[in-house]
């Protein structure tokens, strides 16, 4: 994959949503979220969660066998300390050596780590996004991941149509940042207000 190297963009994604559920203040959890489905609580949930999952995965453990202890609400009413303890072991884990070289279990059946990893940061920054505008603050989502990610992912989103992964992409100026144009891939209006 061309532009930012895996892990230096893992890292920078994480960096930017980490930043943003600190910023949250505990007045904003019931606000709601560019996903329409989601409060601002919802989305910090649902990273929890695929944080909790995440080293399991990579140590080799299966989607059965983890089974369904990491679902419904894994924030309870501190959603800011339970990511916290979830990127606590799941940061680690992508940078565990070895942790890349294999597959990964997941509910589509078994992908390579590297991309699992893609995947990941794909979740961070367009939630980190999400998230920003859901509190009402600017998303600092670094133009050159946005544009790593935005190429990379461009050529599935056919595929994913359907399947209630994203909504159908948005349109926006070929000339556009590259944080607007990965956005409007996975659905979002780069310039709407959460409703």
Wanted: overall charge negative; some cysteine.
């Amino acid at each position: 994959m061309d532009g930012m190297e895996m892990r230096t963009a893992f890292d920078t994604a994480f960096t930017e949503f980490d930043r943003l559920v600190h910023e949250a203040d505990g007045t904003r959890w019931d606000d709601p979220t560019p996903c329409t489905e989601w409060t601002v609580k919802d989305l910090v949930n649902h990273l929890v969660s695929e944080h909790l999952w995440a080293p399991h995965l990579l140590d080799g453990e299966t989607v059965a066998a983890i089974g369904g202890r990491f679902d419904g609400d894994v924030v309870g009413d501190d959603p800011v300390a339970a990511w916290e303890r979830a990127g606590a072991g799941s940061r680690p884990a992508f940078h565990r050596d070895g942790a890349l070289d294999g597959e990964v279990d997941t509910s589509g059946g078994p992908v390579p780590a590297t991309e699992y990893t893609w995947q990941m940061t794909m979740d961070l920054a367009v939630h980190g996004w999400d998230l920003a505008r859901g509190l009402r603050v600017e998303s600092r989502l670094p133009e050159d991941l946005a544009r790593t990610l935005h190429d990379a992912f461009a050529p599935q989103v056919a595929a994913w149509q359907g399947a209630g992964i994203f909504d159908p992409p948005v349109d926006v100026p070929d000339d556009a940042p590259a944080r607007d144009r990965l956005v409007a891939l996975l659905g979002r209006d780069p310039h709407a207000t959460p409703r």
